[in-house]
């Protein structure tokens, strides 16, 4: 009877010592920081950590990488703002991804300008006791217009043509930037000084360009002076 009383003794300690080892600690909280604004910006190229996808009317976003070592993923949550319903913040992921981006491919993101709908985002991390941190500093954006490239051509001399068609609203600021691309890799960014409306196309001169794999995309943005917050990327047009 002692040896059986002993061994129930040892069980409960053993229990005690696995309820006290439970980590209850949860994650950092993650980070949407976005990149500083700088005359650069869409010169090179930079892609923010929230920004439109040219093949749909999606919404790409990042976030940095959680440094906790029992980190087992992420969940993203978006919250949907059209001044018309209420809305509640409804996860994109049902399981925990550890990768650090997502498409928001929803289809219904954007249904016109004269809707708009802005989306706010935001990220709870997990670890592996399945403990939540608390959610990361959210992020908007509202999706604008996509531009069509209808054109894009090589002229003599070494200069391109790039034209586009437009049909978004005209009364508000919107201004185009026209990316060059070699491969995966930009090779030229041209932005546009004027409003949409003013003009539908661009012709400038390049050097070194790869006579293959060269395609073009106009985006388009509310302003050209700050980190946008809205947006729309086009399809790509190859050369031709």
């Known amino acids: 009877m002692k040896h059986i009383l002993f061994f129930l003794f040892l069980i409960l300690i053993s229990c005690g010592e696995n309820i006290d080892n439970i980590d209850s600690t949860p994650p ?3 980070s949407l920081i976005t990149a500083n604004f700088d005359e650069s ?14 093949e749909g009317d999606f919404i790409y976003l990042s976030w940095y990488q959680n440094q906790d ?21 409804v996860r994109l992921n049902e399981d925990a991804i550890v990768d650090t981006f997502i498409i ?12 708009p709908i802005r989306n706010e985002y935001r990220v709870i991390a997990i ?42 609203n005209y009364t508000s600021q919107r201004y185009p930037v026209v990316k060059i ?4 890799q930009l090779s030229y960014t041209v932005i546009g000084n004027f409003l949409l409306g003013e003009v539908d196309s661009l012709k400038f001169k ?3 360009l790869s006579q293959t ?18 947006g729309s990327y086009s399809e790509f047009k190859t050369l031709q």
């Open 213 to 230: 794999n060269v395609s073009a995309r106009v985006e388009i943005y509310q302003n050209v002076s700050s980190y946008p917050l809205k």
């Open 41 to 54: 910006f869409f010169l090179e190229g930079k892609e923010t950590r929230i920004r439109p996808v040219s």
């Open 181 to 184: 691309f070699s491969g995966d």
């Open 127 to 168: 670890d592996e006791d399945d403990n939540l941190s608390e959610p990361s500093n959210s992020m908007k954006y509202e999706l604008l217009e996509k531009a069509r490239v209808t054109k894009f051509q090589r002229n003599d001399n070494d200069t391109l043509l790039v034209k586009w068609l437009y049909r978004g």
């Open 206 to 208: 390049v050097s070194g």
């Open 69 to 89: 070592e029992d980190l087992a993923g992420y969940f993203v949550e978006r919250l949907r703002i059209d001044n018309i319903n209420d809305s509640v913040w």
């Open 28 to 30: 950092i909280k993650p």
């Open 104 to 115: 928001d491919d929803f289809d219904s993101l954007f249904i016109s300008e004269n809707s």
